[in-house]
């Protein structure tokens, strides 16, 4: 009978044990999973955040070089409609 | 014991032989490819001015499910920003629940999607997409062609240009929460060789194209034309210039991969003359002293407008616009010397500019014709020509009896030596054209609107123009030459519906020699183009 209950004082103290590491264990891995969720979506956003940037940077230098041609255009086309509007020579 | 056991077999069961499966249904679910849009080259005119580029811009969109349940007040910032009405995005959500994305505002600023984004409201999320932008889209429109919302070309040279423009076609492999947002980019993914992308340089002048736009312009507004087509090439290399297609009030969108200036066919009617003419000296099949009969029996049915009954002289066909002398001419060529000369300046054939689309007419009857069929296709009439196709066979009598492939793309032909082909001698050529110069001075003065084009020629070298019109279709082409600084030739086709006591042929006519005199200022007040391409 003492043999019994030390058996069973065993398992339980056993029980116990492998509960209290388990739930260290599943308490850990719930941590980490939020930490590694939190960290991926905070460096996904900081990466994205720098790509906005770097695309907002490269649109810059292409609205500009547009912006230069616009503006050529707009010579050219004055220049065509002053030549245009001339009267021809005479014959 | 046995549960445990039954649990381990069931965990390694799922674990190991059925991990790859069950892998690939998760990643199905929560993994994503999402294009990232084409990113297309820019593309330059021949003095390295920026024609057509490509910015990147934001497509904010909503997850409606997610949104709606949100209930979040930040929703007004949101379409303050987008500077549209709240109640408009949340009916647009709403009746929409049951998808997963629902497109709210398209090429919205990258920095204003982003602020959009640092909101964090539910639901709310942006992709990027791209926009071509076109400095001066009305004046390069119908040669440039148009990009679709992926950032793909659909028409013109955009669509000739796919290939080598579109820089980063690249796919990026995301896994994505259940609420659709980015929760990882697992890995972005070129699905082009960027190696062999490059800006594009083409062989047209902004310059020659602005100006080409204008007079389109006005020779529609003016003539009430219906639809307009111009096209400049440089008769020394082939490069094409400038091109212009103006379509007619209510004419519908050309479909995708269709460019009305290439795809566009019509009857060259008495502009084939020259080559007929150039045909016979070639041939030795008449002379220019000889006479030619304008009353050919044969011939008096197939033409609308008969000449007098009397003979004309070869050299003054032109100059007299004779149409029955002219085609009796081209009666008195052997079949296969004619359509020899109608292949050899191009009829029938691709020009090579490339651009897609293009048609290559030809003759409407196979040979051996039949008197009346060859002296249909001798007057102009059953045969198919391009406008492209009419600028490149009146640049072999520019270029002294040469033919050179069309071209578009400037690096294109700087490798294009030895590519030309004898189609006239070139002593053949010379008596061409100067039975042309006698025709330049006749115009311009038979009525009212061909008068506001005066026709004079006295600061060219050789400005001549010749001009066919097919009354059966209401159109009008013409072609010219100037031999001036430029080397240009161009052509026009007019459409017009109706107009009263106007000769459509001298009207066309008369707004190429404006065109070509314009140019040739433009020319001496500017750079030449020759300096232009040095320049470059």
């Known amino acids: 009978m003492r043999y019994l209950t030390t058996l069973v004082a065993r398992w339980r103290l056993a029980a116990w044990m492998g509960f209290f590491a388990m739930f260290i264990s599943l308490t850990a891995l719930a941590i980490t999973h939020v930490l590694d969720v939190h960290l991926r979506r905070t460096l996904t956003m900081t990466a994205e955040r720098e790509k906005a940037r770097t695309i907002a940077e490269s649109n810059q230098a292409v609205e500009d070089e547009l912006k230069a041609a616009h503006v050529r255009f707009a010579e050219v086309t004055a220049k065509v409609s002053e030549l245009l509007s001339q009267p021809a020579p005479a014959k | ?94 009746s929409r629940l049951d998808r997963e994305f629902v497109p709210l505002k398209h090429h919205v600023d990258i920095a204003l999607a982003q602020h959009i984004r640092e909101l964090h409201v539910p639901g709310v999320y942006f992709i990027y997409e791209p926009l071509r932008v076109y400095p001066a889209p009305f004046d390069t429109f119908s040669v440039l062609g148009v990009v679709n919302s992926q950032g793909e070309g659909i028409s013109g040279i955009e669509l000739m240009l796919n290939k080598s423009l579109i820089r ?161 001419a081209g009666m008195n060529l052997r079949q296969n010397d004619l359509w020899s ?115 004079t020629c006295d600061s060219y070298e050789i400005i001549v123009v010749r001009l066919g019109v097919t009354q059966k279709r209401r159109q009008a082409v013409a072609a010219a030459i100037s031999l001036g600084n430029g080397r240009i030739v161009g052509a026009i086709r007019l459409e017009v519906p109706y107009v009263s006591g106007e000769d459509t042929g001298l009207v066309a006519r008369a707004a190429l020699v404006k065109l070509l005199q314009t140019a040739d200022k433009l020319f001496q007040e500017q750079m030449t183009l020759s300096d232009s391409q040095i320049s470059k």
């Not at chain 2, 209510?250 to 008495?270: A, K, N, Y």
Request: glycine share 8%; no cysteine.
């Open chain 2, 1 to 94: 014991m046995l549960v445990f056991a039954g649990l381990l077999y069931r965990a390694a069961d799922l674990q190991i032989s059925k991990g790859g499966f069950l892998i690939k249904q998760g990643e199905a679910r929560f993994a994503r490819y999402r294009e990232s849009g084409a990113s297309r080259a820019r593309i330059y005119d021949r003095s390295g001015l920026l024609l057509s580029a490509s910015v990147q811009r934001a497509l904010v969109w909503v997850n409606p499910k997610e949104f709606i349940l949100s209930g979040d007040p930040r929703i007004n910032d949101v379409a303050a920003l987008l500077n549209l009405p709240t109640a408009e995005i949340q009916e647009k959500a709403k």
């Open chain 2, 168 to 328: 980063k076609s690249h796919r990026r492999y995301l896994t994505i929460d259940r609420r659709g947002a980015i929760a990882d980019v697992r890995s972005e993914v070129e699905s082009d060789d960027s190696t062999t992308v490059r800006d594009a340089t083409l062989t047209l002048d902004a310059r020659l194209q602005v100006l080409s736009g204008a007079v389109v312009s006005e020779l529609a507004n003016r003539t009430h034309a219906g639809s307009v087509d111009l096209v400049l090439v440089d008769s020394a290399t082939g490069e094409l210039l400038a091109a212009v297609q103006q379509a007619a009030e209510g004419e519908p969108r050309p479909g995708v991969g269709v460019t009305p200036i290439v795809s566009r066919t019509f009857e060259p009617g008495f502009t084939l003359a020259p080559f007929i003419i150039a045909a016979g000296l070639e041939h030795k099949a008449f002379d220019v002293a000889d006479r030619m009969p304008t009353a050919v029996p044969a011939l008096i049915s197939v033409l609308e407008q008969p000449e007098t009954r009397t003979a004309v002289l070869v050299s003054d066909i032109l100059a007299r616009r004779s149409k029955s002398a002219s085609t009796t």
């Open chain 2, 341 to 455: 000369t109608l292949d050899g300046i191009g009829i029938g054939h691709s020009t090579s500019l490339g651009i897609p689309g293009e048609r290559e007419g030809g003759p409407s009857f196979p040979l051996p014709w039949r008197a009346t069929d060859q002296a249909l296709i001798a007057s102009g009439r059953r045969v198919q020509m391009t406008l492209p196709q009419l600028a490149r066979a009146y640049s072999v009598l520019a270029a002294g009896g040469l033919i050179y492939p069309l071209t578009v793309l400037l690096e294109k032909n700087a490798s294009a030596d030895g590519r030309d082909e004898r189609i006239f001698e070139t002593h053949t050529t010379k008596q061409v054209l100067a039975m042309l110069r006698a025709t330049s001075e006749s115009a311009g003065k038979k009525s009212e609107v061909a008068s506001a084009y005066p026709a």
